[in-house]
């Protein structure tokens, strides 16, 4: 989109060059300060900034087309980036653990898990605020409903459920109390075993490979992700305003170009017509010089009654 909004500010710039050459010396001089007046002046409409002065008819045309092309995208993309930052302010109010422990919103924990412990004896979190839910369709439904504010859980169940729920995430920093482990008998050997096949699990990559498949966002996230892709702004969402903007500078194109022509027929010279590849050539050049010569305005004072 970015890259087809560019160009288009380029060819329209250019178009913008060639119609108002011959009688703005605003767009005249070498071709180095052409150059840079079709990269300033196309780019200065973004912001409505551009101090040049068009003085053809159809430079005028082309202009006013494109200024409304440019207040289209520029308020599309403006209502796009509200929103966006909007939905992401009022999505939720708890920013870490440390808004639940300084708020009286209800929480939820997953029912026999060390969530309640944790959050009542080291977080003094109260009990009235714990809301206990036994499967991640309860927490999908009370988060849904607004019937807690957020749930605590441990890090693999939260991702397991994220892996179902793509609409919810995860508030503020990871914090927890001990990590996972296996307990096995004073000197069993499958300690040892345990420890060097998980190791090697590891260090294979094996391991993420397990997390990923079993722990990765699933259908439920690739909807997500396609709705996020439609709400984005597209080329598709503007292809009719280029595809005018686009008509208008052919247009004006072949208008100026036929007037041109026209001019240029009736003060070339007569010559004998020929057919030497040579004339074909000169003709073009003499042409060229025509349309890139500055034609002079001459204006005629208005009569007055003495």
């Known amino acids: 989109m970015w890259a087809v909004t560019a160009v288009t500010f380029l060819v329209v710039g250019s178009v913008i060059l060639i119609l108002e050459h011959r009688?703005?010396?605003?767009?005249?001089?070498?071709?180095?300060?052409?150059?840079?007046?079709?990269?300033?002046?196309?780019?200065?409409?973004?912001?409505?900034?551009?101090?040049?002065?068009?003085?053809?008819?159809?430079?005028?045309?082309?202009?006013?087309?494109?200024?409304?092309?440019?207040?289209?995208?520029?308020?599309?993309?403006?209502?796009?980036?509200?929103?966006?930052?909007?939905?992401?302010?009022?999505?939720?109010?708890?920013?870490?653990?440390?808004?639940?422990?300084?708020?009286?919103?209800?929480?939820?924990?997953?029912?026999?898990?060390?969530?309640?412990?944790?959050?009542?004896?080291?977080?003094?979190?109260?009990?009235?605020?714990?809301?206990?839910?036994?499967?991640?369709?309860?927490?999908?439904?009370?988060?849904?409903?607004?019937?807690?504010?957020?749930?605590?859980?441990?890090?693999?169940?939260?991702?397991?459920?994220?892996?179902?729920?793509?609409?919810?995430?995860?508030?503020?920093?990871?914090?927890?109390?001990?990590?996972?482990?296996?307990?096995?008998?004073?000197?069993?050997?499958?300690?040892?075993?345990?420890?060097?096949?998980?190791?090697?699990?590891?260090e294979d990559g094996k391991l993420q490979n397990i997390t990923e498949y079993w722990l990765t966002s699933k259908t439920s996230c690739k909807l997500k992700t396609a709705l996020n892709e439609s709400d984005r702004l597209k080329i598709d969402n503007f292809i009719g305003l280029f595809l005018i903007c686009g008509v208008a500078c052919i247009l004006a194109l072949i208008i100026y170009f036929s007037v041109m022509l026209y001019q240029f027929q009736r003060h070339l010279p007569q010559t004998e017509p020929s057919t030497n590849s040579s004339s074909h050539s000169v003709r073009l050049k003499t042409f060229l010089s025509f349309v890139d010569k500055k034609e002079n305005i001459t204006k005629h004072p208005c009569p007055t009654v003495l």
């Open 23 to 202: 009688l703005n010396d605003e767009f005249r001089g070498s071709p180095r300060n052409q150059f840079i007046t079709i990269i300033w002046f196309s780019f200065s409409t973004l912001f409505f900034a551009h101090r040049k002065n068009t003085a053809s008819t159809l430079g005028r045309m082309v202009l006013v087309i494109w200024l409304f092309v440019v207040l289209i995208i520029q308020k599309s993309y403006t209502a796009s980036l509200t929103s966006f930052l909007t939905v992401e302010q009022l999505s939720s109010s708890i920013k870490g653990i440390e808004s639940l422990i300084t708020s009286t919103v209800p929480i939820g924990y997953q029912v026999g898990s060390y969530a309640e412990k944790y959050l009542t004896e080291e977080l003094n979190i109260p009990q009235a605020w714990l809301k206990p839910l036994k499967s991640p369709e309860e927490y999908a439904d009370a988060l849904q409903r607004r019937k807690v504010a957020a749930v605590v859980d441990e890090q693999p169940y939260v991702d397991k459920f994220l892996s179902r729920y793509c609409q919810f995430s995860v508030a503020g920093q990871q914090f927890t109390k001990s990590g996972w482990g296996f307990a096995f008998k004073r000197d069993s050997p499958l300690a040892l075993d345990m420890s060097t096949a998980l190791l090697e699990l590891s």
